[in-house]
């Protein structure tokens, strides 16, 4: 709640993309860069922590 007027302040300068697409835009097999497509970062660290995650979990397997 604190953040949120300063969300919306963002949101109405259109400095923000409240329907945000997250993507990957390259990768490697153990990283990635993600395009968060102007979204906050409530929405698209999530996104690329799960990618992450994943990278972290296949590392060292072949295949």
Do not use: F
Request: hydrophobic share 45%; proline share 3%.
């Amino acid at each position: 709640m604190a953040r949120l007027s300063g969300y919306v302040r963002l949101w109405e300068a259109k400095r923000v993309n409240a329907n945000a697409q997250c993507k990957i835009v390259h990768q490697t097999p153990s990283t990635a860069v993600v395009d968060g497509d102007a979204g906050l970062g409530l929405v698209v660290a999530p996104y690329a922590m799960q990618v992450a995650i994943d990278k972290a979990k296949n590392v060292g397997r072949v295949g």
